[in-house]
């Protein structure tokens, strides 16, 4: 199986900073990569597909990058909707994999 | 407009199936590359994938849960299942549906359905 490495596990921010979570495969992955956001009490919404494609309806301020075994989510001038868990999933092999999650909250 | 929707027993003793249904609107499961998949998480922890069933009636298992799983379609009624074996208390967590369509990533997710195992 692959696993997905994230980092940090929490992340404390404050309102309009930048932040950077990590991700990191145990093998080449080739971009097969998507993060999502889950808030409190929701399911998850799909952010970014293909480590850097914006889904349909994400802010302009998500973005994605990354290729191999790295790959980061950015989210620039940070909002008080952006507090949530995300998530890295690997969909290069089966079984497809989730990272452990980072949980985002306002400093 | 793509709408998932999960619905299950709520609670079951160990040992005992899981059934699953998701029922799902705005897409059919014969559309050539279309997929339904289903995912866990336990409480206030990280998400699980379980399985896959795509249009052409391929299936994909976590091996983790070895022959516990099985996934199938129901197409004319728009729904799909997942059915557990020998349930155990580990198994205890929040059960999702989501789709996937054009690319191997869950575009769509349902809202969940929360499955306790408990004597």
């Known amino acids: 199986d692959i696993q997905m490495t994230q980092s940090p596990a929490s992340l404390s921010a404050s309102l309009g900073e930048t932040v950077t979570i990590e991700c990191r495969a145990s093998?080449?992955?080739?971009?097969?990569l998507a993060w999502y956001q889950q808030k409190p009490g929701n399911s998850p919404q799909l952010l970014i597909y293909?480590?850097?494609s914006l889904a349909d309806g994400v802010p302009s301020r998500f973005s994605g990058s990354g290729s191999g075994t790295q790959y980061s989510l950015k989210i620039n001038s940070l909002q008080s909707e952006d507090v949530a868990s995300y998530f890295c999933?690997?969909?290069?092999?089966?079984?497809?994999?989730f990272g452990g999650g980072t949980k985002l909250e306002l400093k | 407009q793509v709408t998932l929707k999960e619905s299950g027993p709520g609670i079951l003793q160990p040992s005992q199936t899981l059934s699953l249904t998701c029922s799902f609107s705005?897409?059919?499961?014969?559309?050539?590359?279309?997929?339904v998949g289903w995912i866990r998480q336990s409480s206030g922890k990280g998400l699980e994938w379980l399985a896959n069933?795509?249009?052409?009636?391929?299936?994909y298992y976590n091996p983790s849960l070895k022959n516990r799983l099985t996934i199938s379609k129901d197409t004319s009624n728009n729904q799909a299942f997942l059915k557990i074996t020998n349930m155990d208390t580990a198994d205890t967590a929040t059960y999702y549906c989501?789709?996937?369509?054009?690319?191997?990533?869950?575009?769509?997710w349902g809202q969940g359905v929360m499955v306790t195992v408990s004597s």
């Open positions: 989501a789709r996937t369509f054009t690319g191997d990533y869950f575009d769509y």
């Open positions: 705005g897409f059919s499961l014969s559309t050539y590359g279309m997929c």
């Open positions: 069933i795509w249009w052409n009636d391929d299936k």
């Open positions: 093998e080449d992955i080739y971009s097969n």
């Open positions: 293909d480590a850097n």
């Open positions: 999933q690997q969909y290069n092999n089966y079984p497809w994999t």
